[in-house]
């Protein structure tokens, strides 16, 4: 189906006092499109940090990124912020919602960002609710929501404009295992019935499981890019 993220050479160093820490040595992956893939790895290893690469949220001291083929780090600022808003979206482990806003209001956020019109993507938002099960709490605020309910939102958010990617950053770490369970099983559904392609962060064997490929990273290298 062909590569929708590639790296080569990729390195990321941060500034301790006088001294450069290499947190990222040289990582060089590939991602399908329609892949669901997990990266696992000790806290340290250099695991979030990739995916704030892969997403564009952070530059590398070297090497490249590519999604779809294009160097995102060569992008200008405007072309790199569409890209992410169109190609992208993000699930973090703390829901960053925006607590006065509906969950329908949140969903739509990215819309309004990308100043296109709310009302030609209702049909689009009455799917997404249907598909994270919350249509009947469309109008309630985050506040009124379980933890795992408000995880929903974040991932219908990241689904609105379609992306072709989603990064998902410890997407049930806040969460119990049930609820944990329940959000795996949405990412896979949304994996298998819409052909996005995931990528995820996570510490759990478990939901590492819902994925087709497995890279795991030790001292900011990947040791064991295989298939599960």
Known sequence: M??????????????????EVAVLKDIEIHIESGDFVSIMGPSGSGKSTLLYLLGGIDEPSSGQVYIQGKDINRMKDKEKSILRRRTLGFV?????????LTVEENIMLPVTMDKKKTADFQEQLDEILEIVGLSERRKYTPRELS??????????RALIL??????????????????????MELFHRINQEKGITIVQVTHSEEAAAYGNRLIRMKDGE???PILV
């Open 2 to 19: 062909g590569n929708i993220i590639q790296t080569e050479k990729l390195c990321k160093n941060f500034k301790v006092g006088s001294n």
């Open 147 to 156: 933890g795992g309910q408000q995880q929903r939102v974040a991932i219908a």
């Open 222 to 224: 990947v040791v064991e």
């Open 92 to 100: 973090f482990q703390f829901y960053n919602l925006v607590q006065n």
């Open 162 to 183: 379609s992306p072709a990617l989603i990064l998902a950053d410890e997407p049930i770490g806040n969460l119990d295992s049930k609820t944990g369970t329940e959000i």
